[in-house]
């Protein structure tokens, strides 16, 4: 089975930084997008960014604060989330599909890690 599974979510104060990281297992991804998606609480499911080789995207309300990063050979991607602000709080989720920020092109989801920013 393909697996996705993330780690690192955590609690964090506004201005403090928090990476999380998923690991995709399961069958070859070198031609698959890996990305993130959130959540929050009574919200919508929001694009955050995504990456392949040397393609990224990101949301509009991420760009500037968040990089992400992705090691092709091990199946790994990372979130580093800095200058994080309360309205970052939500459940982030890996995927792994079509590169970019239409959730309907990713075919494999990971079950989700909670990210909370509260001071």
């Known amino acids: 089975q393909v697996r996705m599974v993330e780690s690192g979510g955590g609690l964090a104060q506004p201005g403090d930084s928090l990476t999380v990281s998923c690991l995709a297992s399961g069958r070859t991804f070198s031609n698959y997008g890996l990305g993130w998606f959130r959540q929050a609480l009574g919200k919508e499911r929001e694009f955050v960014a995504s990456?392949?080789?040397?393609?990224?995207f990101y949301g509009d309300s991420v760009k500037g604060r968040f990089a992400i990063s992705r090691d092709h050979a091990r199946n790994t991607v990372t979130l580093q989330m800095n200058s994080l602000r309360p309205d970052d709080t939500a459940v982030y989720y890996c995927?792994?599909?079509?590169?970019?920020?239409?959730?309907?092109?990713?075919?494999?989801w990971g079950q989700g890690t909670q990210v909370t920013v509260s001071g």
């Open positions: 995927a792994a599909g079509v590169n970019g920020p239409d959730p309907r092109g990713y075919k494999y």
């Open positions: 990456i392949l080789w040397n393609s990224t």
